[in-house]
């Protein structure tokens, strides 16, 4: 379809008083007759003029050069009309005060500041010229009919919760359990922490109950001593292959390296993977399908936690259970550059005693204890008497220990009331340093204190030892007593934490190019969430979902609203795959990526860096796309060499028009700089800064972008061939506390700037016109010094040699 | 690391604090609030803080002879501000009730006399002793004529009884306890690291208890409490008509045995005059401390225990019957009259008999701990 742009100017909100209206409207070319402007463009008058055009005139594409786009997005929606915002509200007049100096205009004539004037609009251009290469995003079908079956893997509380959630919802859910009984850690506990009022006493445990509800309920098939031997497909069109618990199937997934000796061999053979009949006993590849597979359109993870285990040697040799994924994202990221990260000693706490003294023990191995009867000191078989709870590891840090949360606390607190009503006479010790007993469970920290039995304090244990006549001897240091302390105990309990089944386990096995498990668990703990924090529940592979445990040590009733929100959040990706729409986080996202493959190298770069897992890929290596995994944020875009990958309305070439369409002087008092920024954190934050009145120097441009994770490199040459000086893009927070919403963008973006730096020495261009900040969404006070600095950079540097050419 | 304390936790010591007023302390989490707003505490190691998880752990050696213990003048500033209605303020008083036990002699005195189901006993002993006195004198009546108590009970006989409690009792068993106390106190200080001083020099001691004196007569400590500022005034009364009452009793035995002159006195007597004021002075602030101890502070802080209302009875009871017997003796009731002053008696005799076991022993070992305090620098002589 033909476009035809139709330009808006808005006068309100202080942008008539600050530029030059006549001249903005200068810069729209003639070819453009549809060109006006309104006093308040987003009232009732103005949004009805631009529908007449509309109606009257054809326009499909709407530029409106107003307020930022992250504002009134609801009154200038035009149905199926492409709108293009330029904002020259908080972008231009909020965020420049007229400088004396600077000044034009005629007599008579408005006085405006000439480089704001300028500002205005370059913004005005580069709106309308990535107007012209914006398309209106079809939404994108699947090729089976959908289905809604949700798969649950685990049948511990949160598994079982969560299909009961489902299956209340109406939809039917599957649960596949490994072990020949439902029920899970929970099944094995004597009571668990309170969740009714009072909240002041352990209550007996309730899974048995959701154990009849969910056997019992229609819509839910549990299996047991069943295991995933492979999960293929995308959300709406999982291919789900079953095998039984502890046996080998050939629709395992394989290792990365298993498969690539199999398809190299393939290769020789000369024939394709996928095409070929495997026969029956050969290991099948990511590239067949199993037909006899069961269909599903979302997962919930709740294959829980494992206990902590004391490794026998710290030896960093990786273990057959280590997992693709960790191999796989080490690999990756040796690949990127970035050394290796000295490897993680596995902490012994050898200064506890623990594996030297049979009476030192775990938490879980008390629970279990304790679940089936008295609790007794392991070298004895006498009642335990005086039993030390021990929180915090010590030695130099206050932390729990590893995957604890806050449910140690609370465990303790549990297991503490159980050595006393085994025996009255038995005193039970917790030396913390942090007591988490969060919300109402703060009663049951009050009920326990209560007991005469139950001596806390925080402290730091430095260590335990044997006492000569065969009872313990705990030390402990800055305890609340005042001065170290010594007690003479006869079983010690460390608050030992949960460890996601994720960690060592690639418990998924999905039928991915990037592997069967999730990928940079490093970053994430072992854990499988994309963002913990901002989006609960979602994993780093769409359609996934984790609830329980498995996502963060909890208690079981946190667990089982846990699993409602996995549930909830599984039915959601269903139904927006229905749809055609992005879950999340850009929920109801119409746009995917689409692939010119002609030119496509086989480079792998999308496959192996989009954060998700979204795309596999062929034998040859060209990119098999799975549009319901994806999770729009174009970070395959910002990969690909050949910019081959774009959207409907976000692509190479419309960012690329809008950065040419930036008007670069060639005196040097003016220079230009580029910034990209971050949609999600940094441009609020820009808006939110001319909110609060700061300022900022009119040389910049700001170019809103998905994710620094979309930016091509393609963009930041052409900016720099043009004569623009520099190129700041700024983004969210990456490593350790990252903040990216798409968990790997600013930090990939990191590594193709550093890239970039190199190739800009190569062509007598400073590196330093190139960087990177990050920023939260909640420092907006740092824009103007991030610029600032920035610009001084520039000046530093000097001119864009390239400038005028 | 220094070396550490071995540390047993004594649940039973617990268990008793709770039973003395003290049934709160588990409360407690350690924020020390309590520190912070003590308004009389030092500012090196403050309490009530640690005196707190010392009681959750049941740790007596911390805090029987503990002179923070008794520098605490129950205020309770902490009890109201505690965030966990742990009454801190209550706590220590537990403790103090828990140490005069646990310093006396004889100890099943030490015993009996805090334990609230022998109070018919106590008073069972008095009333016995006078009986068979008033007896074996052929006194077990109400005598004839002008009402006068020497007719009834002999001033001697009642001497007989009072002096001995007096000079032997009194110096025999609070000595004791004393003692005990003092040595225990600066032992623990000693360890605690709380005085530098090694010894416990009398001589020195001496001038710190004549330092402290000037601060308890004008009761400087409670008048810097906030919550409690209302018991200044009563306890002044209280402590006040006891040191005149003390002061009308020597001089009224001086002028029986030496000057020859037996009572009745007249009213104008200025002697007398001491004594009525003193009567009333203890009547009205026995009863304002009865009300203070009823007034509603939330969370029942301060409500006080069996061991802080047995002695508000006895003090109120002292003034009752005593100021009763003057005038019903005036009035002229010879019925009442007589049968008050036996019961007046009785309360003399609790009072004398029980002090050093009974809370009113607090006005010697607070005494003693403050001057303490002194003594080994932990606050500064004023």
Known sequence: MEKKLGVYICKGCGIAEALDMDRLEKVVPPKIEVRKTHPILCSPEGVELIKQDIANEGVNTVVIAACSRRVLYDVFDFGPNVVQRVNLREGVV????????????????????????????????????????????????????????????????????????????????????????????????????????????????????????????????????????????????????????????????????????????????????????????????????????????????????????????????????????AEEAKKEEAKEGEGEEPAVEEPTYEHLGFGKFPDVITNVALEEMAGEGKIICPSTGKPATSVAFIQCPGQGTDEDFPYAAAITSMVALKQAKYVREDNADAKAYIFYQHMRTLGQTEYFYKSAQQDEGIFLTKGDVVSVSENGNGSLVLEAKDTLLGGDIKVAVDLVVLATGMVPTTKDDPVMNLAYRQGPGFRDLELFDGYPDSNFICFPYETRRTGIYAAGCGRRAMSIQESRVDAAGAALKAIQCIESANRGVSVHPRSGDMTFPDFFFQRCTQCKRCTEECPFGALDDD????????????????????????????????????????????????????????????????????????????????????????????????WIKDALSKGVDGVLAIGCKYGDDYQCHFAKGSELFSIRADKIGEALVSLALEKERVQQVQIAIDECDKIPGIIQDFMATIEEVGPNPFKGF | MAESKWVE??????????????????????????????????????????????????????????????????????????????????????????????????????????????????LAIPVVIFLVLLNAIG?????????????????????????????????????????????????????????????????????????TLPTILRHNKFS????????????????????GLFVVTNCFFVALYILQSPGPYSLANPIKILANVSAIALFVGGLLMIANR?????????????????????????????????????????????????????????????????????????????????????????
């Open chain 1, 619 to 714: 034998e040859k290596g060209t990119p098999l796309p799975n549009p319901t995994r994806c999770r729009r944020c174009g970070t395959c875009m910002g990969a690909c060499p050949e910019r081959i990958i774009g959207f409907a309305d976000y692509n190479i070439d419309s960012i690329g028009s809008a950065i040419k369409a930036m008007g670069v002087p060639e005196e040097e008092e003016k220079p230009r700089v580029l910034v990209l920024a971050c949609e999600n954190d940094a441009y609020p934050a820009f808006d939110q800064a001319a909110l609060m009145g700061l300022t900022y120097s009119p040389f910049i441009r700001v170019i809103p972008v998905r994710c620094l994770g979309s930016v091509n490199v393609v």
């Open chain 2, 139 to 211: 006194h077990l009546h109400i005598p004839e004529g002008e009402i006068e108590f020497a007719k009834f009970f002999p001033t001697l006989w009642v001497d007989l009884v009072f002096v001995p409690l007096s000079v032997i009792w009194i110096p025999l068993t609070f000595g004791i306890g004393i003692y005990r106390f003092m040595t225990d106190m600066h032992k623990k200080a000693l360890a605690e690291g709380k005085t530098k001083r090694k010894d416990l020099n009398i001589p020195d001691f001496l001038k710190s208890i004549l330092c």
């Open chain 2, 294 to 382: 009823m007034r509603d502070r939330g969370d029942n802080v301060g409500k006080g225990s069996y061991f802080d209302w047995s002695l508000l009875i006895l003090v109120f009871g002292l003034a009752v019957t005593g100021g009763g017997s003057e005038l019903l003796r005036l009035a002229h009731v010879p019925n009442v009259a007589y049968p008050m002053y036996f019961a007046h008696l009785v309360f003399v005799f609790c009072l004398f008999a029980y002090l050093p076991f009974s809370k009113l022993a607090h006005l010697v070992y607070r005494t003693l701990a403050m001057s303490y305090s002194r003594y080994s620098e932990r606050e500064p002589c004023e």
């Open chain 1, 94 to 325: 909020w965020s420049h005060k007229p400088n004396e100096e600077n000044m034009i205009g005629e007599e008579g004539g408005p006085q405006v500041d000439e480089l704001i004037q300028e500002m205005a609009e370059d913004y005005l251009r580069m709106g309308m010229a990535e107007a012209e290469k914006v398309q209106r995003p079809e939404p994108y079908q699947l090729p089976e009919p959908i289905n809604k079956r949700i798969l649950v893997l685990g049948g511990g509380v949160a598994g079982l919760s969560a299909a009961l959630e489902a299956a209340k919802t109406g939809y039917e859910a599957m649960v596949i359990e490994k072990e020949a009984e439902v029920g899970g850690f929970a099944a094995k506990l004597r009571k668990q922490t309170p969740w009714t009022y009072p909240y002041e006493d352990a209550q007996e445990p309730v899974i048995q109950q959701i154990i009849k509800e969910a056997e019992a309920h229609p819509k839910i098939e549990i299996r047991t001593n069943t295991e995933v031997a492979r999960i293929a497909g995308q959300p709406g069109d999982y291919g789900v292959t079953f095998k039984d618990a502890g046996t080998k199937s050939v629709w395992d997934v394989m290792s990365k390296e298993e498969e690539a000796a199999i398809l190299e061999k393939l290769a020789e053979e000369g024939q394709a993977a996928g095409a070929r009949e495997p026969s029956p006993d050969e290991p099948h590849t990511i590239l067949s399908t199993n037909p006899d597979a069961e269909k599903f359109g979302a997962v919930v993870l709740a294959t829980g936690w494992k206990p902590w285990e004391l490794k026998e040697e710290a030896e960093e040799a990786p273990e057959a259970a280590e997992g693709e994924g």
């Open chain 2, 9 to 122: 936790p004594d649940v039973s010591f617990v268990k008793e604090l709770k039973a003395l007023g003290g049934d709160t302390l588990k409360k407690c989490y350690q924020c020390a609030t309590c520190s912070v707003v003590c308004p009389i505490s030092p500012e090196e190691q403050p309490f009530p803080r640690k005196e707190m998880i010392a009681a959750q752990w049941g740790l007596k050696d911390k805090l029987v002879g503990n002179m923070d213990v008794w520098l605490c003048h129950q205020c309770n500033d902490c009890s109201t501000y505690c965030p966990r209605g742990a009454r801190p303020g209550d706590v220590l008083n537990a403790v103090r009730a828990y140490s005069i036990r646990e310093y006396a002699w004889p100890s099943w005195l030490g015993k009996i006399v805090p334990d609230g189901r022998f109070w018919w006993l106590l």
């Open chain 2, 224 to 243: 810097q409490c906030t919550q409690n500022k209302d018991r200044y005034v009563p306890h002044m009364l209280v402590l006040f008509s006891f040191l």
